[in-house]
Nanobody, 121 residues
Framework: QVQLVESGGGLVQTGGSLRLSCAAS????????MGWYRQAPGKQRELVAR???????NLADSVKDRFTISRDNVKNTVYLQMNSLKPEDTAVYYC???????????????WGQGTQVTVSS
């Protein structure tokens, strides 16, 4: 069973940095577009950043000057480097892969369990 496992969340002060990682477990498969979404209490889940297999990126306007998304296709891992964090960045961050496929199977729209990021003022 392929899963996305996030790590790297935590508590940080305003202006601090965190690096989130999301690894697709298992082997012998590939991932397509991978991305990070976040959901703050009482708000809808929103796109933070996404990256194609070829490395093209798309970041939300609210983070594009502070966050960087990258990936390692060999490891099927995506990273989110978050700098200059603000209290409004506080949310549960979820990893997503729009497609994961192996030699004989395909899974669509796979989500991780989420990791909490809290930025104190």
């Amino acid at each position: 069973q392929v899963q996305l496992v996030e790590s790297g969340g935590g508590l940080v002060q305003t202006g601090g940095s965190l690096r989130l990682s999301c690894a697709a477990s298992g082997s012998a498969f590939s991932t397509n577009v991978m991305g990070w979404y976040r959901q703050a209490p009482g708000k809808q889940r929103e796109l933070v950043a996404r990256i194609t297999r070829g490395g093209n990126t798309n970041l939300a306007d609210s983070v594009k000057d502070r966050f960087t998304i990258s990936r390692d296709n060999v490891k099927n891992t995506v990273y989110l480097q978050m700098n200059s964090l603000k209290p409004e960045d506080t949310a549960v961050y979820y990893c997503n892969a729009d497609r994961i496929w192996g030699s004989t199977w395909t899974k669509y729209n796979v989500w991780g369990q989420g990791t909490q990021v809290t930025v104190s003022s």
